[in-house]
């Protein structure tokens, strides 16, 4: 393991991207990481100078930057947070993880399974502790979260049988009027991709591997290219059938995942982050007061959120291990939402693992189906 990642030295972080995602949520995470561990945010970079100069100064870091490969010669940060669009994801990752530097990258990941697969080709391996590079999936982590994986992967509430995936949000002409918004290059995909990732995200780190998938999704307010709406559903590998509805077209917003077990039904409700009082957990007839008791014990109250992700992030970085949600354990919420796409504009069932190199929706997740590439809704 490098000297300057042990635990007496600061690990270096650079954020690349200075806007509402970079302030609101990961220098807040930084900032409390901060007050627990050795860290230091050595530089930030940005496209537009006032920008960077301004979020420098705000945050009190020293370094601001308009160009990535110039800040990794000078500040060899250790841990890179990407907070750009969408598109950039793929260059930025692979340049950042060729300069030596761990990377963090806000969802969505990046706009196909074959950038991903570049993304991962160019990670150090476990013989050399990384560098890796993983995904801000931060709804995985929470005690909320932890009790309940644990609970369902020990089989304490019997096997799980029937889940709902629910992203229904709201969101008007004015966020889209941001210019990388609703168009299949620069963002990947609509809500599916871009909004409901996170709790499909979930819901496969709660029940592991899906098998297959059908869906349809539809353009039905927005003149964007992506959909504006989806529906699915999905077999998982341990038999479980799933329904997943992804919208931003919802005035009455949430954020739903509900499992029924054979001896309980697990369900979430909230919005953008979960507390163990968002759980809720219904046992069936016959179970006893006690063995319910138990189940709802969640611990301490860790809510769902970025500095929970960091933190563990963090960690792994000091011990070169792979972290949580990068390699295969990233990629898998990249090809679900994938195989959602092709199963909805083809009209055909999607297995698990059949879309690689050659099919048309591993390059583009919208497989440059006849409507929707890359053409806007009249």
Same mark, same amino acid.
């Given at each position: 393991?490098?000297?300057?990642?042990?635990?007496?030295?600061?690990?270096?972080?650079?954020?690349?991207?200075?806007?509402?995602?970079?302030?609101?949520?990961?220098?807040?995470?930084?900032?409390?990481?901060?007050?627990?561990?050795?860290?230091?945010?050595?530089?930030?970079?940005?496209?537009?100078?006032?920008?960077?100069?301004?979020?420098?100064?705000?945050?009190?870091?020293?370094?601001?930057?308009?160009?990535?490969?110039?800040?990794?010669?000078?500040?060899?940060?250790?841990?890179?947070?990407?907070?750009?669009?969408?598109?950039?994801?793929?260059?930025?990752?692979?340049?950042?993880?060729?300069?030596?530097?761990?990377?963090?990258?806000?969802?969505?990941?990046?706009?196909?399974?074959?950038?991903?697969?570049?993304?991962?080709?160019?990670?150090?391996?476990?013989?050399?502790?990384?560098?890796?590079?993983?995904?801000?999936?931060?709804?995985?982590?929470?005690?909320?979260?932890?009790?309940?994986?644990?609970?369902?992967?020990?089989?304490?509430?019997?096997?799980?049988?029937?889940?709902?995936?629910?992203?229904?949000?709201?969101?008007?002409?004015?966020?889209?009027?941001?210019?990388?918004?609703?168009? &299949?290059?620069?963002? $990947?995909?609509?809500?599916?991709?871009? !909004?409901?990732?996170?709790?499909?995200? @979930? /819901?496969? *780190? +709660?029940?592991?591997?899906?098998?297959?998938?059908?869906?349809?999704?539809?353009?039905?307010?927005?003149?964007?290219?992506?959909?504006?709406?989806?529906?699915?559903?999905?077999?998982?590998?341990?038999?479980?059938?799933?329904?997943?509805?992804?919208?931003?077209?919802?005035?009455?917003?949430?954020?739903?995942?509900?499992?029924?077990?054979?001896?309980?039904?697990?369900?979430?409700?909230?919005?953008?982050?979960?507390?163990?009082?968002?759980?809720?957990?219904?046992?069936?007839?016959?179970?006893?007061?006690?063995?319910?008791?138990? &189940?709802?014990?969640? $611990?301490?109250?860790?809510?769902?959120? !970025?500095?929970?992700?960091?933190?563990? @992030? /963090?960690? *792994? +970085?000091?011990?070169?291990?792979?972290?949580?949600?990068?390699?295969?354990?990233?990629?898998?919420?990249?090809?679900?939402?994938?195989?959602?796409?092709?199963?909805?504009?083809?009209?055909?069932?999607?297995?698990?693992?059949?879309?690689?190199?050659?099919?048309?929706?591993?390059?583009?997740?919208?497989?440059?189906?006849?409507?929707?590439?890359?053409?806007?809704?009249?």
């Amino acid at each position: 393991m490098p000297a300057r990642t042990s635990h007496q030295q600061p690990i270096r972080v650079a954020i690349v991207g200075t806007g509402a995602i970079a302030r609101g949520s990961h220098l807040p995470a930084l900032a409390a990481l901060t007050a627990e561990q050795p860290l230091e945010i050595v530089a930030a970079v940005d496209v537009s100078a006032d920008s960077v100069a301004a979020f420098c100064a705000d945050a009190g870091i020293a370094h601001p930057y308009t160009d990535l490969d110039l800040m990794l010669a000078e500040q060899r940060p250790d841990l890179v947070i990407l907070c750009t669009p969408p598109r950039f994801h793929r260059d930025q990752t692979v340049t950042a993880l060729r300069a030596g530097a761990w990377v963090w990258c806000e969802k969505p990941p990046c706009p196909s399974l074959e950038d991903f697969d570049a993304i991962e080709a160019a990670e150090g391996g476990a013989e050399t502790g990384g560098p890796y590079a993983a995904i801000v999936f931060q709804h995985r982590f929470g005690s909320g979260s932890h009790q309940v994986r644990r609970l369902l992967a020990e089989q304490a509430m019997g096997r799980p049988l029937v889940a709902h995936c629910q992203t229904t949000w709201y969101r008007d002409e004015a966020y889209y009027s941001v210019p990388w918004r609703g168009s &299949w290059s620069s963002e $990947g995909g609509g809500p599916a991709m871009g !909004h409901g990732i996170h709790q499909m995200d @979930l /819901l496969l *780190d +709660l029940l592991g591997p899906w098998s297959e998938i059908r869906a349809m999704a539809g353009r039905l307010v927005h003149a964007v290219e992506t959909e504006d709406v989806s529906t699915a559903l999905v077999r998982f590998e341990n038999g479980a059938l799933a329904t997943v509805v992804n919208s931003v077209l919802s005035p009455d917003e949430v954020s739903r995942i509900r499992i029924d077990c054979e001896r309980a039904t697990v369900e979430l409700t909230h919005l953008y982050g979960h507390r163990n009082a968002d759980w809720r957990i219904t046992p069936a007839p016959g179970v006893s007061p006690e063995q319910a008791a138990d &189940w709802r014990d969640f $611990g301490a109250d860790v809510p769902s959120s !970025h500095e929970a992700q960091l933190r563990g @992030l /963090l960690d *792994d +970085l000091r011990a070169g291990r792979r972290p949580r949600s990068s390699g295969a354990d990233g990629r898998t919420s990249l090809e679900l939402v994938a195989a959602l796409y092709k199963a909805a504009f083809t009209g055909h069932t999607v297995r698990a693992g059949e879309i690689g190199p050659g099919d048309p929706y591993y390059s583009a997740l919208h497989g440059n189906a006849p409507g929707w590439a890359p053409e806007p809704a009249a």
